[in-house]
Each structure stands twice: as structure tokens, then as C-alpha cells.
């Protein structure tokens, strides 16, 4: 495995990380999601990525059942605030009531005393932001959390948290967690940037697209498959995007690797990305994604990749 620095912290992380959304405590059985976690830590992933909102609380839970079991400093486990838990009016959003209430709940069930990692799991613009900022900066001052990073928040916020942190003495966000794929590669305009400005690391999750760029939707969607009940999917399954993967599969076959592992492989040429954050049903899953951590492109494959999804 290939670690990398976040961002302008010392921290490392691998460079392929496992996350649990849809799958931790939802879509995956609990010994299923055991076995994944431990082939992933033991094949040097560090970085475990959940959320509170994933199968409300059950994702935190079954990665807690793991983690017990290993020398916690040896980890790198983050998750996240912001989504409603409840119908109470409170348990939502960015509040200093709903951060604090909420990391003490995540904690509980991940059975650990610390988060390395704590996002603000979307922007909320119904709570002043040094309010926010405030918040998670006494996280740190109290140990329960070692850094703090946004998710899926543009540039022009995250600049805002980091020149209020800097201005108030607060600490500051080191990492983003956007959406990132070859399908969709809009945050090189705005988040990116921002992200090397700020000295911010990028973790970036669905790189596969929901699946689209393992090259499974090829020929079509078959009966009960993720494509046919998930209607973002759906609308990404145009027949100009099943005509890239389909040469992104040529060319995977070309250089004798899966079209998913060529697909990570190229976010991971990228310098400003930290880590690819990705999900696993299966153990043939975690193992073909591991694999794409140590492909080594060449220059003509990238540039082949990059003309081929181009943003233009």
C-alpha cells in the first residue's frame, strides 16, 4: 500500500481507503462487512471512512466491532455531522448542539475515545459558520478529534472556514471529502483548486460512479442489479458515458488490468488527491481495489484516460 500526506498536515493515509456507505450496517451482511473491513486493514488501508447518517448509526457500529480488535493508533477513522438522526428539530445540521450531542454518539458506537477525522458532512447555511468553526475547533482543544475537513462544500466556502479559522486563531479544515470519477470531474474547477490553495487534502468518494466504471453496465443493466433501483445511476447511464467506459475498458485490457482498478488508478495520478475512498461488497471487491493503489501508469495511458473522459 502507498501512503499519502493529507493535505498540509503530517497525517498519512493510504492511498485506496474503504468507506461503508450503503454498504456498513445496510446492503451488507455483518460478517461480510467483518470480513471486508479486516482484508482491507490487513492489506495496509488505514483510512476507514464512515458516517453517522450511514444506516443511522449502524455503519459507525460494525466498523466499531472491527476496530477493537486492532492497535487503534494504527488507524486513521473518520466520520461525519450534518444529516438529520431524528425528527427533533435539533438533531440536525451544524449547531454547536448537534456537533457536540453527535460526536459523543459516534464515538460511543465506534467504541474509540477520538476521531482522526471529523466532517462537516454537508454546508449548513442556517448556522453562522464561526459557530461551526468554533465547534469543531474545541473537538480538537479537547482531543475527541485530531482534524476536522468539509464535505462536498464548494471553494468559496471552504476558503470562508479557513480565513475565519485563521483570523479568530481557530483550527482550521485540512481535508474535503467531494464526489469524484471520471464521469464527473467538475470539482477540478472550483473545489480543487481551492483545496492546493488552502493547503487542503482531497478524499474523494464514489470513484467508480456506482459501479458504472467497473465496466458491469457494458452490455446493460441486468434485473435487480444497483442500476436498475437507483435513479441517479440511471441518469448517468447515458449512451455517450457506456460508450467511454467501454473504450475505458479497451484500453484497461491493453495495459492487462480491470477497467475499475484503471479508473482509480488515474484519480491517483492526480497530485492534489489524498485518497480514493472506496466501498466493497464482496472480498473480490476490496482485493481488485487494493490492487489499483499499486498500478503504475504510463504517461500515454493517462493522457488516453484524460482526453478520453474530458471535461471540455
Keep these: 500500500m502507498k501512503y499519502r500526506k493529507m493535505g498540509r498536515t503530517g497525517l498519512k493515509v493510504s492511498a485506496v481507503s474503504l468507506g461503508g456507505w450503503l454498504t456498513f450496517g445496510g446492503s451488507v451482511e455483518d460478517d461480510t462487512a467483518h470480513q471486508i473491513m479486516r482484508e482491507a486493514i490487513e492489506h495496509g488501508i488505514n483510512f476507514l471512512d464512515v458516517a453517522d447518517i450511514y444506516a443511522k448509526g449502524g455503519a459507525e457500529t460494525v466498523l466499531g ?3 477493537k480488535d486492532y ?3 494504527d488507524l ?3 466520520s461525519k455531522v450534518y444529516w438529520p438522526m431524528s425528527d427533533n428539530v435539533n438533531d440536525r445540521g451544524l449547531s454547536r448542539k448537534h456537533i457536540f450531542e453527535s460526536v459523543h454518539k459516534s464515538l460511543k458506537r465506534l467504541g474509540t475515545d477520538y476521531l482522526d477525522i471529523y466532517f462537516c458532512h454537508r454546508y449548513d447555511a442556517e448556522t453562522p459558520m464561526e459557530e461551526t468553526v468554533r465547534a469543531m475547533d474545541d473537538l480538537v482543544s479537547q482531543g ?4 476536522w475537513g468539509t464535505s462536498v462544500w464548494s471553494g468559496d466556502q471552504m476558503r470562508a472556514a479557513c ?3 485563521d483570523r479568530r486563531g481557530f483550527y482550521q479544515p485540512f481535508v474535503e471529502q467531494p464526489m469524484y470519477h471520471l464521469l464527473d470531474r467538475s470539482i477540478e474547477q472550483d473545489v480543487m483548486p481551492a483545496a492546493e ?3 487542503m487534502g482531497l478524499v474523494v468518494w464514489s470513484p467508480l ?3 458504472l466504471l467497473t465496466g458491469k ?4 443493466v441486468p434485473q435487480g442489479s444497483r442500476a436498475a433501483n437507483t435513479r441517479w445511476l440511471q441518469g448517468a447511464l447515458t449512451p455517450q458515458n457506456i460508450e467511454k467506459v467501454r473504450q475505458l475498458t479497451a484500453i484497461a485490457q491493453g495495459i492487462g488490468c480491470t477497467t475499475a482498478q484503471l479508473a482509480l488508478a488515474w484519480l491517483l495520478t492526480r497530485p492534489q488527491i489524498t485518497s480514493v475512498i472506496t466501498g466493497a461488497t464482496t472480498l473480490d471487491h476490496i482485493r481488485s481495489n487494493l490492487k489499483a493503489a499499486q498500478l503504475e501508469l504510463d504517461q500515454d495511458v493517462v493522457d488516453k484516460v484524460d482526453a478520453l473522459f474530458t471535461t471540455s
Design 197 to 199: 490553495e488552502l493547503g
Design 163 to 165: 480565513e475565519l479559522a
Design 144 to 147: 475527541k478529534v485530531l482534524y
Design 209 to 211: 460512479a456506482g459501479g
Design 76 to 78: 486513521v477513522i473518520s
Design 71 to 73: 492497535k487503534r493508533s
Design 65 to 67: 466491532e472491527v476496530i
Design 217 to 220: 453496465y457494458n452490455d446493460g
